[in-house]
Nanobody, 121 residues
Framework: QVQLVESGGGLVQPGGSLRLSCAAS????????MGWYRQVPGKQRELVAT???????NYADSVKGRFTISSDNTKNTVYLQMNSLKPEDTAIYYC???????????????WGQGTQVTVSS
């Protein structure tokens, strides 16, 4: 089975920075893409940023210029560097990965458990 484990969430003041990490583990043949999503209670989960295995990135307009997604394919890990944080960035951040398990010939989407990010003075 495949697991995604996030880390790095916490409480920061407006204008501060935080780096999230997500490591995929288990019986993995390959990972096509990884990404970060966030959700506020009562609202829909929204895409924050994604990165493909060949390094192509995509960002939500609300975080462009402030957040940077990167990955280490050797370690099956994705990172989200968050700078100039705003109170509206407060949410539970979820890691996502499009994974081909070793037991299958097609990709399966996996989600992490989520990590809380709170931006408040």
């Amino acid at each position: 089975q495949v697991q995604l484990v996030e880390s790095g969430g916490g409480l920061v003041q407006p204008g501060g920075s935080l780096r999230l990490s997500c490591a995929a583990s288990g019986s993995i043949f390959s990972i096509s893409a990884m990404g970060w999503y966030r959700q506020v209670p009562g609202k829909q989960r929204e895409l924050v940023a994604t990165i493909t295995s060949d390094g192509n990135t995509n960002y939500a307009d609300s975080v462009k210029g402030r957040f940077t997604i990167s990955s280490d394919n050797t370690k099956n890990t994705v990172y989200l560097q968050m700078n100039s944080l705003k109170p509206e960035d407060t949410a539970i951040y979820y890691c996502n990965a499009q994974v081909r398990p070793t037991s299958l010939t097609f990709n399966v989407v996996y989600w992490g458990q989520g990590t809380q990010v709170t931006v408040s003075s």
